[in-house]
C-alpha cells in the first residue's frame, strides 16, 4: 500500500501543474474577416460611419457594447515606392 507521505510530493507537484495550465494567458489568432462576438464593452472606438445622407463616409468615436459581433480587420499591404 501507497503511504500517505510519498504520495504527497507527487499530488503537491501534480496540483502545481495544473494551476499553471489553467492561469497562462492565452492568444487566439482569428482570422482576417471572420465575426468575433465581445465579452466586454469597448469604449472609444475609432469608426468610420455614414454622414446623415448616407453618402459618405465620416470618421466617428463609439461605444461597442458587448454581446456585439464585430469583424477582425484584414491586413493592409503598404503602399510601394
Same mark, same amino acid.
Given at each position: 500500500?501507497?503511504?500517505?507521505? *510519498?504520495?504527497?510530493?507527487? !499530488?503537491?507537484? !501534480? ?6 495550465? !489553467?492561469?497562462?494567458?492565452?492568444? &487566439? ?8 462576438? !465581445?465579452?466586454?464593452? &469597448? =469604449?472609444?472606438? *475609432? ?7 448616407? /453618402? =459618405? ?12 459581433? &464585430?469583424?477582425? /480587420? ?8
Amino acid at each position: 500500500m501507497i503511504s500517505i507521505r *510519498k504520495s504527497i510530493p507527487f !499530488l503537491l507537484s !501534480l496540483t502545481i501543474l495544473a494551476s499553471c495550465a !489553467l492561469f497562462v494567458p492565452r492568444t &487566439v489568432y482569428v482570422a482576417p474577416g471572420v465575426p468575433m462576438r !465581445l465579452r466586454q464593452d &469597448v =469604449k472609444n472606438v *475609432k469608426v468610420w460611419v455614414y454622414n446623415a445622407e448616407l /453618402k =459618405k463616409w465620416e470618421p466617428s468615436v463609439a461605444t461597442i457594447h458587448n454581446g456585439m459581433f &464585430v469583424l477582425a /480587420k484584414k491586413p493592409t499591404t503598404p503602399a510601394s515606392d
